[in-house]
């Protein structure tokens, strides 16, 4: 393998960034068993590679992308990313891989802009990486200077075996994680370890680290799995469809923007006579004490072995915040004034009682749910193996999309302590047709 750290061919090239994303789609699926290298292998009517590249181009901040294909595929794949990238197409480049994973991520090195200082190497087949996994990881490397993999729990129990098959010991699996991608690193010290690698690593994170560099794991999301099998490729295209279907229809959009014709000043006054009067916003908060005698409830889930919440109900942050964002989008009050907060009936109530009642008072009021988010903030449970179940679970109560999201507040007050947990909901809510709200 020959790579030469800084020489690069970025003459066609508009980029003059910090960061490159070199993005690995040169492997050739044998286990996904399509009859096609695995990045041109459709999921639900577009390629892996370009749903990867769609994230990518997400970022709010400019990213140099390198992608990294087939030799016998460099043009078709040009265009690709032409048409995903659009008038962002001057900030990528597609290059032929080599004989291995280390090489094709070395070709793909060799032609990172001069002007990047952080580097991120991405596999293509992991389509669903979310925008902020990117941003996290980058912004890792340049607070930290270390390599940084995102990473989650494992949750199976492992067991290390002998080599007649029987069981030696069980793994601590406190102690394992499950590497994703992006992985990122400092350009300089990854440009020197590929240029000195006597080795084929399993991933970039090894031979960065075998090189005497420092490694950290931040959150990875269970989303941004790998597809390598044909049951992988299966739960890639059920999320995809979920996805577009959630998503608005491009021709509803066009039809309403051609009702209101092409004048901007028309179009904002029809948006402030019409849409403003028929979609309201809500916010919800909710604060529970942990209570190590109860139950852990939390987003219509059971989180089997985690301390309860503390609570006349069931204690679940998330449905009551949520209750509240519905009420304050619909004008309604709040969940304490709708339910009380010592009402018998509804002692160790589940959440969704909670919910399904508010889902019953928005209806008759002339209300639908358009969309929710939440996010809950304190260091237990680790929402990351169970949110899109959590996400699930919430949206087919609701009946709207529902987005769910965590985070910490690095040790400090109630939830960095371990106190509690604190559920913070939004809702969107519209008049139905034919309704009058003042």
């Given at each position: 393998?020959?790579?030469?750290?800084?020489?690069?061919?970025?003459?066609?090239?508009l980029?003059?960034?910090?960061?490159?994303?070199?993005?690995?789609?040169a492997?050739?699926?044998?286990?996904?068993?399509?009859?096609?290298?695995?990045?041109?292998?459709?999921?639900?009517?577009?390629?892996?590679?370009e749903?990867?590249?769609?994230?990518?181009?997400?970022?709010?901040?400019?990213?140099q992308?390198?992608?990294?294909?087939?030799?016998a595929?460099?043009?078709?794949?040009r265009?690709?990313?032409?048409?995903?990238?659009?008038?962002?197409?001057?900030?990528?480049?597609?290059?032929?891989?080599?004989?291995?994973r280390?090489?094709?991520?070395?070709?793909?090195?060799a032609?990172?802009?001069p002007?990047?200082?952080?580097?991120?190497?991405?596999?293509?087949?992991?389509?669903?990486?979310?925008?902020?996994?990117?941003?996290?990881?980058?912004?890792?490397?340049?607070?930290?200077?270390?390599?940084?993999?995102?990473?989650?729990?494992?949750?199976?129990?492992?067991?290390?075996?002998?080599?007649?098959?029987?069981?030696?010991?069980?793994?601590?699996?406190?102690?394992?994680?499950?590497?994703?991608?992006?992985?990122?690193?400092?350009?300089?010290?990854?440009?020197?370890?590929?240029?000195?690698?006597?080795a084929e690593?399993?991933?970039?994170?090894?031979?960065?680290?075998?090189?005497?560099?420092?490694?950290?794991?931040?959150?990875?999301?269970?989303v941004?799995?790998?597809?390598?099998?044909?049951?992988?490729?299966?739960?890639?295209?059920?999320?995809?469809?979920?996805?577009?279907?959630?998503?608005?229809?491009?021709?509803?959009?066009?039809?309403?923007?051609?009702?209101?014709?092409?004048?901007?000043?028309?179009?904002?006054?029809?948006?402030?006579?019409?849409?403003?009067?028929r979609?309201?916003?809500?916010?919800?908060?909710?604060?529970?004490?942990?209570?190590d005698?109860?139950?852990?409830?939390?987003?219509?889930?059971?989180?089997?072995?985690?301390?309860?919440?503390?609570?006349?109900?069931?204690?679940?942050?998330?449905?009551?915040?949520?209750?509240?964002?519905?009420?304050?989008?619909?004008?309604?009050?709040?969940?304490?004034?709708?339910?009380?907060?010592?009402?018998?009936?509804?002692?160790?109530?589940?959440?969704?009682?909670?919910?399904?009642?508010?889902?019953?008072?928005?209806?008759?009021?002339?209300?639908?749910v358009?969309?929710?988010?939440?996010q809950?903030?304190?260091?237990?449970?680790?929402?990351a193996?169970?949110?899109?179940?959590?996400?699930?679970?919430?949206?087919?109560v609701?009946?709207?999309?529902?987005?769910?999201?965590?985070?910490?507040t690095?040790?400090?007050?109630?939830?960095?302590?371990?106190?509690?947990v604190?559920?913070?909901?939004?809702?969107?809510?519209?008049?139905?047709?034919?309704?009058s709200i003042?």
């Amino acid at each position: 393998m020959q790579f030469e750290p800084g020489v690069t061919e970025v003459d066609d090239l508009l980029v003059d960034v910090a960061r490159a994303v070199v993005v690995v789609a040169a492997g050739s699926g044998t286990r996904l068993a399509q009859g096609a290298p695995k990045a041109f292998v459709a999921v639900a009517g577009r390629s892996i590679l370009e749903r990867s590249l769609e994230s990518i181009f997400a970022s709010a901040d400019p990213v140099q992308v390198v992608v990294v294909v087939p030799a016998a595929l460099v043009d078709e794949s040009r265009a690709l990313v032409d048409s995903v990238a659009g008038p962002a197409s001057g900030y990528a480049s597609v290059v032929s891989g080599g004989a291995s994973r280390q090489a094709s991520v070395a070709a793909g090195l060799a032609r990172v802009a001069p002007s990047v200082a952080t580097v991120l190497v991405h596999d293509c087949a992991r389509p669903f990486t979310p925008t902020a996994q990117f941003d996290l990881v980058a912004s890792t490397v340049e607070r930290t200077g270390h390599g940084v993999v995102p990473g989650l729990p494992v949750s199976d129990t492992i067991k290390r075996v002998g080599s007649a098959g029987e069981v030696v010991e069980t793994v601590d699996r406190s102690e394992l994680v499950a590497m994703q991608t992006p992985q990122g690193f400092p350009r300089a010290e990854l440009d020197a370890a590929y240029a000195t690698a006597g080795a084929e690593h399993t991933d970039d994170a090894a031979l960065f680290a075998a090189h005497g560099h420092r490694v950290v794991v931040v959150e990875g999301d269970p989303v941004a799995f790998k597809i390598t099998t044909p049951w992988d490729l299966r739960r890639a295209e059920t999320i995809a469809r979920e996805r577009a279907a959630a998503a608005p229809a491009p021709a509803a959009a066009s039809a309403a923007a051609a009702e209101r014709g092409s004048n901007p000043a028309a179009e904002r006054g029809s948006r402030s006579d019409d849409d403003a009067h028929r979609l309201r916003t809500g916010l919800g908060v909710d604060v529970h004490a942990f209570d190590d005698r109860q139950p852990l409830h939390l987003g219509l889930l059971h989180f089997e072995g985690e301390a309860g919440l503390a609570g006349h109900s069931d204690g679940d942050a998330v449905a009551h915040a949520l209750v509240d964002a519905l009420l304050s989008a619909a004008g309604l009050g709040d969940i304490g004034s709708m339910f009380g907060t010592d009402d018998p009936r509804f002692a160790g109530a589940s959440g969704e009682v909670f919910v399904t009642a508010t889902l019953e008072r928005l209806t008759a009021a002339g209300f639908d749910v358009v969309s929710a988010a939440v996010q809950v903030i304190g260091n237990r449970p680790r929402l990351a193996r169970r949110r899109l179940e959590m996400e699930a679970r919430l949206i087919e109560v609701v009946g709207a999309p529902v987005s769910v999201s965590a985070t910490t507040t690095d040790g400090l007050g109630f939830t960095g302590r371990g106190e509690g947990v604190t559920a913070i909901a939004t809702a969107l809510v519209a008049v139905v047709d034919g309704t009058s709200i003042g």
